[in-house]
């Protein structure tokens, strides 16, 4: 977001996190970044296609790599809109591994970011989507645990409303927002692609 304030200035910006569906004419929203399209009465379009992957930091990763059994596992509450994320039972399945007891285990978070402030700490790993871990990736905050990725089910999709697609700041930070997506999840830090859809 810095870049796009030092690229246009200081506009008139306010971010929420709300879980989907959101009322756009009642709250004014000008644009909404979704997880899967939500918003049929509304021009969609789907802007990047994401997968998970167990992240965590370095100090942590070299203690037990490959073997994430061992390690302390992060796990995210993705909420009711959320049910198609991967969990950590998937994610052992598809590596063909047994998790035993390590798939309910752990810490837990109710939101992507915390699930991913926790990995940076060293607490544990995290199944971070690579829009949200590619630049702590790219900044060495953050290392990839397995190669192992699961593509996520549905893409990221924006919706812009048609009163607010004719804003030149609207359309700016649009052409913004989809380039710095694309941008994290075609990082060359994600490293390999994803290889089963789940």
């Keep these: ?9 200081a506009a008139d910006i306010s971010l929420r996190g709300d879980d989907d569906p959101v009322p756009f004419d009642h709250e004014l929203v000008d644009i909404r970044l979704s997880y899967g399209p939500h918003y049929r009465e509304h021009p969609t379009e789907e802007i990047a296609r994401d997968a998970v992957y167990p992240v965590c930091a370095p100090t942590l990763a070299s203690t037990n790599s490959e073997n994430l059994a061992g390690l302390p596992l992060i796990h995210t509450d993705w909420g009711p809109t959320g049910a198609s994320f991967p969990s950590w039972r998937n994610w052992f399945e598809a590596s063909g591994s047994e998790p035993g007891r390590a798939a309910q285990r752990g810490l837990s978070a109710n939101s992507s970011r915390a699930a991913l402030d926790l990995a940076i700490s060293g607490l544990g790993v995290a199944l971070a989507q690579g829009i949200y871990c590619a630049q702590a990736l790219e900044d060495g905050k953050l290392v990839r645990a397995a190669a192992q990725s699961l ?4 893409p990221y999709c924006l919706t812009i409303p048609e009163r607010s697609a004719r804003r030149d700041a609207v359309a700016a930070f649009r052409e913004w927002l989809v380039e710095e997506c694309r941008r994290a999840v075609g990082s060359p830090a994600l490293g390999v692609a994803a290889q089963r859809r789940l």
């Excluded at 977001?1 to 200035?9: C, I, N, R």
């Design 1 to 9: 977001l810095a870049g796009f304030v030092a690229s246009h200035g």
């Design 151 to 154: 593509e996520l089910r549905q």
